[in-house]
């Protein structure tokens, strides 16, 4: 358990300008704690790859503890929960991205665990078409019992969240700002029910009221947060696509409803299905066929006494084999393999009896 003052220091470290997510990883690593990185001389710290002298000097330009401490104090009196990267409370799918916040905040009653989380966001100028696809998805999905992330925004976002506490789903909302505000104001009506049946995520400071610069912050973390992404009404430009972009980019999936092409909030779900940046989504089915949740753990196959294994499959499975169990994307990083090329090889793995699929893209081996 990390003590208070290395809390302290994560979220000093958090605050510093020109030190984001990725180099704050890169000097909690290098250094072992928080604290060490502030008793580090500016010089010393230029001596990092990546690390110039403007990066160094802004760690010691101002007395960053003071405003941690005003900060701590909020968490503690507003009982919010805190979530250290490196700790097995910080969601799964989350840490699995390189830009993921170092420090995450809940509050309400999140429960992620072994449970299938999908991101739901459209426009914020959710037509009448548009809302239903939202409500007959959520309802379809109820058997699956996923969790509903989005970000508490206008239109496609606050209707997701709606339709999950109807049907008793748990939804987290994504926030843009800290946690001593809400925005939109008029959708505090829905904060209590969002509490009791999920909860709220954010990386802002209590201090961080809303500001629009913020959207692309908050966006990471709804799609970085669950498995896939979809994508309800979004027009040629907006929010919904930067947010699928950027689920591209964790190697999620992407689904997009298809609108008609004169329809000026489908041009942007039509676009990303066109361009092969969405699949197409027409129903619950297609969710469930791509993200294979409907599959059933078939007993595992015993392994054969003797099995021969290419070069490449010999590779996976012995980073595998002492991790027992492993996402696709770990894998990937780990074996220093595209994700592309290595399905086929875990296919392979399984049909020798040594890997067995599971939910979400994990792997396991067979014992």
């Keep these: 358990m990390m003590t208070d003052n290395e809390i302290l220091c994560l979220l000093a470290l958090q605050s510093v300008p020109n030190i984001g997510d990725i180099s704050a990883k890169k000097l909690l690593r290098h250094f072992g704690s928080a604290k060490a990185i502030f008793d580090t001389s500016a010089k010393e710290i230029t001596q990092l790859e990546g690390f110039g002298t403007l990066k160094a000097k802004a760690l010691h330009l101002e007395n960053y503890l003071a405003a941690a401490e005003k900060e701590y104090d909020f968490i503690e009196k507003n009982n919010i929960q805190l979530h250290y990267f490196e700790d097995k409370t910080y969601p799964y799918f989350l840490k699995q991205c390189i830009d993921a916040p170092i420090l995450l905040f809940s509050k309400g009653n999140i429960s992620i665990e072994n449970q299938p989380i999908i991101s739901i966001v459209g426009t914020r100028n959710a037509t009448k078409s548009g809302i239903e696809n939202c409500e007959n998805l959520i309802e379809s999905l109820v058997p699956y019992n996923p969790i509903i992330v989005s970000g508490f925004a206008y239109g496609i976002d606050i209707c997701a969240h709606k339709a999950a506490v109807k049907h008793n789903l748990q939804t987290i909302a994504c926030l843009a700002h800290g946690f001593d505000t809400i925005y939109p104001k008029v959708h505090r009506k829905y904060e209590k029910d969002i509490l009791a049946q999920g909860g709220f995520f954010t990386d802002f ?31 040629e430009k907006g929010g919904s696509l930067v947010t699928a972009n950027i689920a591209n980019s964790y190697n999620r999936e992407v689904f997009a409803f298809p609108g008609r092409i004169d329809d000026k909030y489908s041009k942007g779900c039509n ?69 592309y090329q290595m399905l086929p090889v875990l296919l392979n793995l399984e049909l020798k009896g040594l890997v067995n699929p599971m939910q979400g893209k994990m792997f396991r081996v067979v014992k």
């Design 205 to 235: 400071w209590s201090d961080c009221n809303f500001d629009r610069k913020n959207f692309l912050k908050r966006n990471r973390v709804i799609a970085g947060l669950s498995e896939a992404t979809i994508v309800i009404e979004s027009a």
């Design 271 to 339: 676009h990303l299905i066109k361009t092969n940046q969405a699949r197409l989504l027409e129903n619950v089915e297609d969710l469930v066929y791509i993200l294979n949740w409907d599959a059933k753990e078939q007993p595992a196959k015993q392994p054969e006494l003797f099995v021969e294994l290419t070069q490449e499959e010999e590779h996976i499975y012995s980073i595998l084999k002492p991790l027992e169990t492993a996402s696709l994307d770990e894998l990937a990083l780990a074996c220093q393999i595209p994700t």
